[in-house]
């Protein structure tokens, strides 16, 4: 286990610095001069003196290749720089913000995974029954709205017509309600059929019948096994997107205020704040390469058929 997760890591490695080369390149082919839009967001008035001096300080002068290797070296040490627009460091305005997005994504994430685990557990044993047409159908309705639009018709339906929940900002736990429900349902919709089709898929293999044979109950056939096994690509579909809900929440952190990271790097974009956009994308790279690993770890938890040996293909 130790050896799977060391050769994990380095593996992470080039990745990262691909991220960051991208990131960098992107930047740099950009016809927006850093140290202008340093001048710019930070609301200064320029003369040729100071964007010289800038463009000196900032290193700008330096060969293109001198300059990704101070920038990985920097990072490495998680010094991402000053934004532009508060004049604080990236890592301490990106470390303010992560506890709320943390909390968003974790409120949705255990929405998402109690509402799917019921729902398709009942759709598959009860084939066909209501509730697996009730199933299907909020998959379909899920699958079909616009996250923006969902969003500003919960916050019409219940923060405006009945007056139940606040509209937007974070304070309460019921702050939280609507903006986790808008980013559950689309998530329920995927993976309610996902897991709904593999426990069908599941229900089929041969260690079920055998196990019918040696007279255990169907009910501890079906929740010991089936769905254990079953929910393997449900949680690797939820691994992936945990790495997007903590990076990618923007349109429901805009709609509803939510002080995250999402809304602050969509600030950063339109202020032209270069080391928040550079900070933003290589905490983005970790965390998505982050969340693959502890997939794989709770899927070699969880089903036993998956092998250290096949995974590091030794």
Known sequence: MISYIGKRMLAVVPLVLFAVLATFLLMRMSPVDPAEAYFSASHLKVTDELLAEKRLEMGLDKPLLVQYFHTVVKMVQFDF??????????????????????????????????????????????????????????????????QFWLGYLLVFVFAIQLDWLPVEGKGTWQHLILPSATLSLALIAMYTRLFRESMLEQMNEAYVLYAKTRGIKHRSIMLRHVAKIAITPVITGLGMNIGRLLTGTIIVERVFSWPGLGRFFVESIFNRDLPV???????????YLASSLIVDLVQMALDPRISLKGRTGS
């Open 277 to 287: 956009i550079q900070g933003y994308v290589f905490f983005a790279a970790c965390l």
């Open 81 to 146: 720089g000053i934004s532009y627009l508060s004049g604080e460091p990236v890592w301490q305005e990106i470390a303010q913000r992560l506890p709320a997005t943390l909390q968003l994504a974790l409120s949705s994430s255990i929405i998402t995974v109690l509402v799917v685990i019921l729902l398709g557990y009942f759709s598959a044993v009860y084939k066909n029954s209501w509730i697996d047409y009730l199933s299907r159908g909020l998959a379909y309705v899920g699958s079909s709205l616009p």
